[in-house]
């Protein structure tokens, strides 16, 4: 853990040079500290059991070496070499559909084919409603748009609430999925809305809530946060989250003096 | 194809329905899904304007009231999957089909999920954005972002030998399905965009079409319910998409997004 945390301090960036890639039962993981898509990976490997190298990049300076891997130059990226080759995967849930078939350990999807399909559809309809509204939140430059996402956002907590299982305490049920990995660490970073923009969730979502703190219990979940603590770890992101709007308001300003 | 039903279908103990309009790429794609497969299913044809209608039991059904939608009994409950990809994927591993629609092998797996996210992601909003947009440039746009799209599939999404997607496969599979009812529609482009495949694609995207349309599975679904000319009457059923008035999901959805910037 302090090796990871020493590495994930010094990203590679442009001009590095490529780490020596893992093998197919030890894959190197591409990942950085703060993307959420990246952290449904991180937490998928972990669940599973599977033994990786984690490799930390620079996404505003992209080593030359990370397209050959992923042609997008995103994370998550999990890269290997076999049979002389270099092999890569990447897009979260692509990654994880893999890292579920294509390795030993707990199942993360049930076995019966009707109940895997909805944990599928739990993601892809997450994937539809909650992220895009969580962005709107974030990026907000007026109190218009903020209000406006503001209700979207409450919406989509307010669907996912009636959507999670209702006993729990994971979204399918009682047992942690791929639709956990997938959800977790958005929610997790619902605690960092407020203090960016003065975000509450709406009262009520008691299920979102219950769901939340049991993802941010499980250690596979707490091996994917850099650091492990939840609050340090809201903390440092809020400052990421920080720069992330200032970059957009100063690019924002940028083309519109060009104009 | 099944002819026009009237009101709801008789949902099948075990077996499964398919509601779905002949019109709608979406919908194909889980119809290709079922035929490549060959389990057993139904299939309701919703009847003219019943998308955009929406019966009673339609939206009891799926109350997005969007087709493709998957229907049936367990014990007599009922059981209803939506999204047509995740029906593919249920279609693949879980109703005994006698034929494989993905690779065994997870990596090839993977990367077979690789090439149905990416037409979808990328290529698919492209076709929708040529025919909606309405300003010259954000149509050049589409146009140089579908070119990409459409080279990058040639050059690298489809098998090189063909002609389906997958490598040595002699049948289609879950790639096949997701991509080909956008593919089928290249000549709705070409209708009323004037739109070609850009050179390096057009070799290998015209042979996959042609041995794609001589496939029963794939045959299957390119018929008019009514007994019309299916190719004349496809490129009728984009008129509105084509004039801007469109109001289906996938054209607000595309209506309310930018035009794109970049061809990546």
Same mark, same amino acid.
């Given at each position: 853990?302090?090796?990871?945390t ?5 990203? &590679?960036?442009?001009?590095?040079a490529?780490?020596? &890639?893992g ?26 059991g ?10 505003k ?10 042609p ?53 309809q ?5 992220s895009? %509204? ?5 990026? %907000?430059?007026d109190a218009?748009?903020? %209000? ?10 307010r ?5 999670l ?19 977790a ?5 619902? /605690?960092?809305? /407020?203090?960016?923009c ?6 009520g979502?008691?299920r979102?809530?219950a769901?939340?703190? %049991? !993802? ?25 989250? =920080?720069?992330?709007?200032?970059d957009?308001?100063a690019?924002?300003a940028?083309?519109?003096? =060009?104009? | ?7 709801p ?5 075990? =077996? ?7 019109m ?5 794609r889980?119809?290709?899904? #079922?035929?490549?497969?060959g389990?057993?299913?139904?299939? +309701? ?9 929406k ?17 049936? #009994? +367990? ?5 209803v ?9 249920f ?6 089909c ?7 092998d ?13 037409f ?9 954005? #040529? ?14 972002a ?6 990058? #599939?040639?050059?690298?999404?489809l098998?090189?030998k ?5 490598? /040595?496969? /002699? ?5 096949? !399905? ?7 529609r ?20 015209a ?5 794609a349309r001589?496939?029963?599975?794939v045959?299957?679904?390119?018929v +008019? ?13 984009y008129? =509105?998409?084509?004039?801007g008035?469109?109001?289906s999901?996938?054209a ?6 930018a035009a ?5």
């Amino acid at each position: 853990m302090a090796t990871e945390t020493a590495a994930a301090d010094a990203p &590679l960036a442009t001009g590095s040079a490529r780490p020596p &890639l893992g093998s197919a039962t030890k894959p190197t993981f591409i990942t950085t500290t703060s993307c959420p898509y990246a952290q449904r990976s991180w937490i998928a490997l972990n669940e599973k059991g599977v033994e990786y190298e984690p490799v930390f990049v620079d996404l505003k300076s992209k080593p030359e070496w990370f397209f050959p891997l992923n042609p997008y130059g995103r994370v998550p990226t999990l890269a290997w070499q076999e049979g002389g080759e270099d092999r890569s995967l990447y897009e979260s849930l692509v990654v994880n559909e893999y890292v579920e078939d294509g390795f030993d350990g707990p199942s993360l999807l049930p076995a019966n084919p009707l109940a895997r399909a909805r944990a599928r559809l739990l993601i892809d309809q997450f994937g539809a409603k909650f992220s895009p %509204a969580f962005g709107r939140v974030m990026f %907000a430059t007026d109190a218009p748009e903020a %209000a406006a996402a503001a209700s979207a956002l409450d919406e989509a907590i307010r669907w996912l609430d009636g959507a999670l299982d209702p006993s729990g305490p994971y979204a399918c049920g009682d047992a942690f999925t791929l639709a956990d990995c997938a959800l977790a660490p958005f929610a997790i970073r619902l /605690g960092v809305l /407020g203090p960016l923009c003065g975000y509450e969730p709406p009262a009520g979502a008691a299920r979102v809530a219950a769901w939340r703190e %049991a !993802c941010l219990a499980r250690p596979s979940v707490r091996a994917s946060m850099v650091p492990s603590d939840p609050q340090a770890y809201l903390d440092k992101m809020l400052d990421t989250y =920080k720069s992330y709007v200032a970059d957009r308001k100063a690019a924002a300003a940028a083309a519109a003096a =060009k104009k | 194809m099944a002819p026009v039903a009237d009101g709801p279908p008789v949902l099948a103990e075990g =077996k499964p329905t398919i509601v779905s309009t002949w019109m709608c790429p979406f919908a194909q794609r889980s119809l290709l899904a #079922l035929n490549a497969g060959g389990a057993p299913y139904s299939h +309701h044809e919703l009847g003219e304007g019943e998308l955009y209608s929406k019966p009673a039991w339609f939206t009891d059904l799926n109350p997005a009231g969007l087709v493709p939608t998957l229907a049936w #009994l +367990h014990k007599g409950e009922r059981r209803v999957l939506t999204e047509s990809l995740i029906i593919n994927e249920f279609v693949a591993e879980g109703l005994d089909c006698p034929n494989p629609l993905l690779p065994a092998d997870p990596f090839e797996r993977a990367r077979a999920r690789l090439v149905i996210d990416r037409f979808g992601s990328k290529a698919v909003p492209q076709f929708y954005a #040529l025919l909606l947009r309405k300003d010259e440039a954000e149509r050049a746009a589409a146009r140089a972002a579908l070119d990409a799209q459409l080279e990058w #599939l040639a050059a690298e999404g489809l098998s090189a030998k063909g002609p389906w997607a997958l490598e /040595g496969w /002699g049948a289609p599979s879950l790639v096949d !399905c997701a991509v080909l009812p956008f593919l089928l529609r290249l000549p709705v482009l070409a209708h009323y965009r004037g739109y070609a495949p850009p050179p390096a694609a057009s070799d290998r995207l015209a042979a996959y079409v042609e041995a794609a349309r001589a496939h029963p599975s794939v045959a299957a679904t390119m018929v +008019h319910p009514a007994g019309h000319d299916y190719a004349s009457a496809l490129i009728e059923s984009y008129a =509105k998409y084509a004039d801007g008035t469109a109001n289906s999901q996938v054209a607000r959805e595309i209506k309310s997004k930018a035009a794109a910037t970049t061809t990546k």
